[in-house]
């Protein structure tokens, strides 16, 4: 798979300039290496979604669909509650997970998101973390 350096997506075989940010694209995914680190402002907040099976079946349906995802705990630490605090949520539950994603998937996410959760999809009302 052809992988942009910069934008750090995969490609089909074939693509040599990524279509996003014009860099030359590379041979296979780079080994990840350091500590993960959380999203930045290119990842938006698409719902709450309460507890762990639900959170990972909206996950699992996202990565179904070639959409990178990330859960983040409301009850994360200090990063977890400033994320609910952000949400417009009052009286936000310790089990809720946030799921995001970079922003170009986010219209593609709420779709799929809605479908698999249904009643469970929690709406949010802030865009960035």
């Not at 940010?21 to 309460?50: Q, R």
Request: charged share 20%; proline share 7%; net charge negative.
């Amino acid at each position: 798979m052809a992988f942009c350096p910069q934008c750090k997506y995969e490609f089909q075989p074939g693509i040599q300039i990524c279509p996003d940010c014009g860099d030359m694209l590379i041979d296979g995914v780079p080994a990840a290496g350091g500590a993960a680190f959380p999203p930045d402002d290119s990842w938006v907040k698409i719902c709450g979604v309460s507890g762990g099976v639900k959170s990972e079946v909206a996950q699992g349906a996202l990565e179904t669909s070639n959409i990178p995802s990330t859960l983040i705990s409301s009850a994360f630490g200090a990063f977890g509650r400033a994320v609910a605090v952000n949400t417009g949520l009052p009286n936000v539950r310790k089990d809720l997970n946030f799921i995001l994603v970079p922003k170009e998937f986010r219209e593609e996410a709420e779709i799929v998101l809605e479908a698999v959760l249904g009643e469970d999809y929690i709406e949010i009302d802030s865009d960035h973390i």
